[in-house]
């Protein structure tokens, strides 16, 4: 049982507090039995109804969606463990005049007893919205754009930042053309890759490049959800929200910047948050241009803006046929990634917790009010495509957390892998050994076992061996040192560091080199 959300967020109706439309109209859903059997693993405590919601959600994986002053501050009574999820949100409700009804077999709908009948179906082309009119760039804005999205790209490539599995990258470009077919837009007039990083992030350039990372794919469940995230920036490029995020900032003028210095910071972010060595580039950036970083460059647009990116999102979701429930669960999923107190600046985009607050309020409040009609029961999630496609990324990612110096998520991380018995499982488990308290007898100690049960495994990698050799020779067990050297050397005879692995084998035989333990070449 992972631990219950910690933070509250506000029911406090900040965007579409206006909008009171309540549809009453009833869809008939045939409800798969999944979610709304699925058992309470721990008691709901009695505590404000919005917090004991998100405890439903996280626990059962249905999707409670309401305008947000429906709930206001009302409280509950909370549910014990045992209570299945149907029955328990029911006990969640009794007492406050709220009742329920499923959108669809994921997602259920807080209604107020009062509510009026809503009459207006919202289906087909009526679902997207025309894009708003945006005046052409200027030559000026045009040449700083462009300089932009070229200074991103080259050091996106310098710094090695590509992932660089192409399946991958071709799997979400499918989800892309399909969100895209929406409102008739071409395919292939954007282009997803993923980046390796640390943290979940996603970023699309004015040049239709858009980036997710290895992180934020790690933290979802499906691929609705990574269609919902795909949807949000799909529109950031679509509507011109580089441009216009640039217009609007210029006017505030709060600060005095280039484009160039939104590129260094971007990838002086992404890079930091790849666990990618660039000390130079976030240590010295004033609060001050953070502050604006995180607001107006690719990690935040406006407040209008994002909001725009979530609307077209969760409609281009519901037109291309996924379950639109894979909106609040991506934001949800990504909320509960978050520790209190980390990414105090910059926020990466969807790690922020008031912004990410802000959109789960946002989203429940366009699928109870405006889009509650147009959520169909037969939507996708496609979990087991999306658990296929990203299946080689956990041990991937659990690497890219190392190289970050995260050694705490890096754990959890490799604990959370299903099946994490290969050798490569056990290699990263020794890595983090070695380097969480580098020279502690304690952590070598559970490194060597960890090494010496991965070589044991079909496919060890070979650096198994090299780490192994190392250990032993510090040990003074210098014929092991030898043979696991030996080996490695076996393995990998043009690695960069084959000659100083080399170097130790040609010491002088065990027991005359005793004195030699523990000085590395
Ligand atoms: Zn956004």
Same mark, same amino acid.
């Given at each position: ?45 009695? =505590? ?35 209570? *299945? ?6 006990? %969640? ?63 996106? *490539?310098?710094? =090695?930042?590509?992932?660089?599995? *192409? ?181 990466? %985009? ?46 991937? =990612? ?95 005879? =043009? ?27």
């Amino acid at each position: 049982v992972r631990a219950p959300v910690r933070w509250a967020w506000s029911a406090a109706s900040r965007w579409l507090c206006a909008c009171t439309l309540s549809a009453l109209t009833h869809i008939p859903v045939a409800l798969s039995q999944t979610e709304a059997s699925t058992q309470l693993a721990v008691d709901i405590a009695p =505590q404000p109804l919005s917090r004991a919601l998100e405890n439903l959600a996280h626990q059962s994986g249905l999707e409670v969606v309401y305008l947000s002053d429906v709930i206001q501050d009302q409280t509950t009574q909370g549910a014990p463990a045992g209570t *299945a999820a149907r029955d328990a949100l029911a006990q %969640l409700l009794d007492g406050t005049g709220l009742t329920f009804r499923y959108l669809n077999a994921r997602m259920v709908r807080i209604l107020t007893g009062e509510a009026p009948l809503e009459t207006v179906v919202v289906i087909g082309t009526r679902l997207m919205p025309a894009r708003p009119a945006v005046a052409a760039p200027t030559d000026a804005e045009r040449l700083r754009l462009t300089a932009f999205d070229e200074e991103i790209e080259q050091r996106i *490539a310098r710094g =090695q930042l590509l992932y660089g599995r *192409a399946e991958l990258d071709s799997y979400l470009q499918r989800i892309a053309a399909r969100l895209l077919s929406a409102d008739g837009s071409e395919a292939g007039c954007v282009g997803v890759r993923v980046i390796k990083g640390a943290d979940a992030s996603a970023f699309a350039l004015s040049n239709g490049s858009i980036y997710v990372t290895t992180a934020l794919l790690e933290s979802l469940g499906s691929e609705a959800e990574v269609a919902a995230v795909l949807g949000h920036e799909i529109t950031h490029y679509a509507n011109d929200h580089v441009l216009r995020g640039l217009r609007e900032e210029d006017r505030r003028t709060l600060v005095a910047r280039s484009a160039s210095m939104l590129a260094w910071l971007a990838v002086g972010v992404a890079e930091k948050h790849a666990g990618l060595a660039s000390p130079h580039t976030t240590a010295q950036v004033p609060d001050q241009v953070l502050r604006m970083w995180a607001r107006a460059s690719m990690t935040g647009y406006s407040e209008n803006l994002e909001r725009e990116a979530d609307d077209r999102s969760v409609r281009r979701l519901i037109a291309a046929g996924y379950d639109a429930s894979g909106a609040v669960t991506a934001l949800r999923h990504l909320s509960e990634q978050v520790p209190p107190g980390r990414f105090v600046n910059p926020p990466p %985009l969807y790690a922020s917790h008031p912004q990410l607050a802000r959109r789960l309020s946002s989203y429940r409040d366009l699928l109870a009010g405006r889009l509650a009609t147009a959520v169909a029961a037969g939507g996708e999630l496609r979990r087991s495509e999306y658990a296929a496609q990203i299946a080689g990324l956990h041990l991937d =990612q659990v690497a890219i957390l190392l190289q970050a110096g995260d050694f705490d998520r890096a754990d959890t991380t490799l604990d959370a892998v299903i099946g994490a018995d290969s050798a490569r499982a056990e290699f990263l488990r020794g890595e983090i050994a070695r380097r969480r308290d580098p020279g502690a007898p304690a952590g070598s100690a559970r490194a060597l076992a960890a090494y010496e049960r991965a070589v044991r495994l079909p496919d060890p990698p070979a650096e198994a061996f090299r780490e192994q050799g190392y250990l032993y020779w510090r040990g003074g067990d210098f014929a092991a040192a030898r043979a696991a050297f030996a080996s490695y050397l076996a393995r990998a005879p =043009q690695a960069a560091d084959a000659p100083m692995v080399r170097s130790y084998l040609e010491q002088p035989p065990s027991g005359s080199s005793s004195t030699k333990a523990g000085a590395a070449p």
